[in-house]
């Protein structure tokens, strides 16, 4: 499944951090440095129309901006401040559709940069507890910058193995929520004017696939788990709704997948019967980066260790 040429056309989304400013003063700030505001998309087309100065806000996502694809607002105060986050549109969808109550406790299980924990935070209004762990170092210090300069409070940044993360650790006895976004083949990400990389070899794809069942697994064994999102940023049905299916599989009829934001219009790929209530999204059709997103939910107490 190959990238579109629309691809280098995706706009730039501007998500505002609402930990630190709101909706209508962030579009009042950039009506002050000469831009348009067109108002709230009506379609997902007019995302694709934007040009000049002008911008609007999503239809699907609330605190949403959505400017021409050549914008670059990496010099705007607003984001060097941390009251904007340059964050594509399918890489939103995560944490909207975990959905955290404020209070919640939530675990960010391969979290590195932090565009997704920061997002969470504010969701939570900074009310619970988050606890984000990443494997990289060099990634986990960039987090710490970029969480700070959000203005995230109440994380707890690990630099561990999500896989070595003890389920029945007490400090994790009121975690209910999930999000999941291991490391994957990236295939769906656009990168603006350099082409398309390689297409990953199918040993990369099985070792991939192995990582993001066994961390998807291990997610599912947190004895208080209500609510799972998974995602990635690739395009194949290796990393998708293969793992997807494999894993429920194993935990028969503890888990299910419920449908992720039903008026979105690009599903899940057919490989197993429900798989429509996964999510897609590409640049062909929803004018974001390629990305795939599943979101779990526990049917019952007392779920089985998987066989
Ligand atoms: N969620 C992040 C965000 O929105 O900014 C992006 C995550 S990126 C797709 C995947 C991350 O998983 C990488 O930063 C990588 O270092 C991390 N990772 C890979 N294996 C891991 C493991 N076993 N435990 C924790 N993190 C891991």
Known sequence: QAVSPAASQVPRY????????????????????????LGKAASVEELKALSGKK???DLHLPE????????????????????????????????FL????????????????????????????????IFAFDVDPKRVAT?????????????QLAQQDFLTVDPRDSKYSRVTHILLDPSCS??????????????????????????????LNHALSFPALQRLVYSTCSLHQEENEDVVQAVLQEWGSAFRLVTAFPSWPCR????????????????????THGFFVAVLERC????????
Do not use: W
């Open 55 to 57: 911008f609007l806000l």
């Open 14 to 37: 501007v998500r505002v951090n609402t930990l630190k400013t709101c909706v209508d003063d962030v579009i009042d700030f950039f009506k002050r440095q000469g831009y348009t505001y």
């Open 186 to 215: 990236g295939s769906g990400m656009v990168t603006r004017g350099l082409g398309q990389e390689a297409a990953p070899s199918a040993e990369r794809l099985q070792a991939l696939a192995g990582f993001q069942r066994r961390a």
């Open 143 to 155: 987090m710490n910058t970029l969480l700070t300069r959000a203005g995230v409070t109440g994380c």
């Open 98 to 129: 975990l959905g955290p109550a404020a209070g919640s406790h939530v675990i960010d299980a391969c979290a590195a940069p932090g565009n997704k924990t920061s997002h969470l935070a504010a969701i939570l209004k900074n009310k619970g507890q």
């Open 268 to 287: 899940g790929l057919a490989a197993f019967s429900g798989a429509e209530s996964c999510l897609r999204a590409s640049p062909a059709e929803t004018f």
């Open 300 to 307: 019952r107490e007392g779920a089985p260790t998987p066989a």
């Open 64 to 95: 949403l901006l959505v400017f021409p694809a050549q914008t670059d607002l990496h010099d705007n105060l607003l984001y060097t401040s941390g009251h904007i986050i340059l964050q594509d549109k399918a890489s939103c969808l995560p944490a």
